[in-house]
Each structure stands twice: as C-alpha cells, then as structure tokens.
C-alpha cells in the first residue's frame, strides 16, 4: 500500500512518525506500507521524515503525491483547503482521507473531481507513538487499520457519533487545565510545585489506565469503586457535581457542539 500526505505540517509528521516501525511498516504483512510520499510542505519537515526511512520520499508536488497515492491522507489548514483540493485531479476508487479540521464530506465531495472513497479522521498528536486513538468516519476497514497501528481506531456510524466525538476531545486542553489549577492549589498552600506535579500526573495516568483496563465496568461504578462512603473522593466529586462543576461541564460541550455544527 502506497500512502501519500498532502500538507507536511505538524499532525502529518506525528502520523509518519507513527506509521514508520509499527505493524504497517513491515513488509511481510499483508496490509504494509511499501511508500509513504509527503509533499515538499514544509520543507523542513518533509526532509526530516525522508530522513528517517528509505520508504519516505518527498514528492515534486501535490499531484505528484496524489498520483503516487492508494491512500491519499489531506492534512492541510482548512483555511486553503478548497484551492489545494479543487486543484488536485483523483483517481476513481482512490481512497482519500481528510484530518481536516471544520471541512465536511459535502465539501469535500463537492470539490473533488472523481469518485473516491472519502473518510474523515481526527488523529491527535499521541499518534507519533502509537498511543493516538482516532474517531473516523465512515467505518472503513483499511483506514481503522492504518490509525489501529498508530494507537486504536473508533469508527463512527454517522455524522453526529463523529461530530459528538470531536466535541469530546475538545476537553484536552481542559485535563491540562484541571492539573494546572491543583498544581497552583497545592503551590498555594506552599509545596513546591514540581513535587505537585510529580505526585498529580502519574495519579492521573493511573486513572486514564484504570478507565481504559476495566472498559466493562460502568464509570460511575469507577468512581464509587475509587470512593470509600463518607470519605473525601465522594466528598469531593459531590462538591464538584453539586456546586457547578458538572453544569459547567456539559455546558462547555453543548457550546462546542454548536460551534462544530455549525
Ligand atoms: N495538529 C493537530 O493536532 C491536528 C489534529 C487533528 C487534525 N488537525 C488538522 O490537520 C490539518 C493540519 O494541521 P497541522 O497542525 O498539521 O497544521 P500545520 O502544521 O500548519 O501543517 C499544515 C501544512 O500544510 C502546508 N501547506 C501550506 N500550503 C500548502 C499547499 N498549498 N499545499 C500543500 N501543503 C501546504 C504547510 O506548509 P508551510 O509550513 O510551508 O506553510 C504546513 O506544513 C488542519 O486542518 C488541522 O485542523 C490537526
């Protein structure tokens, strides 16, 4: 299988870094990747990743990475992303898979000239170390095959388990958020905030851990599990969903959504 990336930026060298030395990358499989062709946006970046591997080339241009293309990954800015694409000729049967962020199939339809199969994928950042879990749409066998080898793959069945998805991973910066302001509460009450730190970001770790291995159990059967009655996690969390927190929350997400729907 032959990969190609239009836009060499930021998530396009996490997703090569990624794919180089995972399952895709050796040729005795039968769903390898023999090629992966990166346009030659961003210079630096695209030298960097045909650096690390003999199967990284940079393409002369972006149709010449389309043409050099079975799957075919779109990760430009949305801000040019009708006059790259409505530029670029496809081939029938081509798959193509936009990480577009606000650029909807309907678009994408409309400004690609042939009839090719296309996905949308929301990669993050962990991709580069296979630990990226990444919401597509729709379900499509070999694209949740190609992000299963970077992290986990969760196909979406329609728009709205997509969109409700990006909406969710909207709350990254919000996780840093909730580690920042205890750090700060801890620092305030005068330990170092490196020690803070130390402590907070392996609990948390261990948390994510927890949720992940048991993905059976209910989570708020989690969180009765992780709070003796009467004691100070029950205490905490019923102040938090008492006084706001939780409105606050599912506030926040009802705004998201409307923006993404928009
Ligand atoms: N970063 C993330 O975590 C993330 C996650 C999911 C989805 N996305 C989406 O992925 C897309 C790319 O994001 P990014 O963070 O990777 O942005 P980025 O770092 O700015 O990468 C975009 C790349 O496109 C290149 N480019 C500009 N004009 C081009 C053209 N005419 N033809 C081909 N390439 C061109 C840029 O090159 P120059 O540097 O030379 O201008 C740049 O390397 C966006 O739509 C974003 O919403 C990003």
Not at 53 to 78: H, T, Y
Not at 123 to 131: H, I, K
Request: aromatic share 6%; net charge negative; glycine share 8%.
């Amino acid at each position: 299988m032959k990969i190609g990336f239009v836009g060499t930026g930021t998530i396009a060298e996490a997703m090569v870094t990624g794919m180089l030395g995972s399952s895709l990358d050796v040729s005795e499989t039968s769903f390898d990747v023999s090629e992966i062709t990166v346009s030659p946006r961003n210079g630096e970046i695209a030298a960097r990743l045909a650096g690390l591997s003999p199967r990284v080339r940079i393409g002369a241009d972006n149709q010449a990475v389309a043409d050099a293309s079975d799957v075919l990954f779109l990760a430009i800015r949305p801000q040019i992303a009708e006059e790259v694409i409505r530029a670029l000729r496809f081939r029938p049967g081509q798959s193509v898979v936009s990480v577009i962020a606000a650029t909807d199939r309907a678009k994408l339809k409309d400004w690609i000239d042939a009839p090719v199969e296309i996905t949308q994928a929301i990669p993050l950042p962990f991709v580069a170390d296979r630990a990226g879990v990444t919401a597509i749409f729709p379900p499509n066998p070999d694209v949740a095959a190609i992000f299963s080898a970077l992290g986990s793959a969760v196909e979406c069945e329609t728009r709205e388990e997509y969109d409700l998805l990006a909406a969710a991973s909207a709350l990254m910066g919000t996780y840093f958020g909730i580690l920042d302001r205890t750090t700060g509460w801890l620092a305030g009450q005068g330990m170092p905030e490196d020690k803070a730190r130390a402590y907070l970001a392996p609990l948390f770790l261990s948390l994510a851990q927890t949720a992940v291995k048991h993905g059976g159990m209910p989570l708020a059967g989690l969180r009765q599990e992780f709070s003796t009655k009467g004691g100070l996690n029950e205490q905490v969390f019923e102040d938090f969903d008492q006084k706001g927190g939780t409105q606050a929350l599912t506030a926040a997400l009802d705004r998201v959504m409307l923006r993404i729907k928009r």
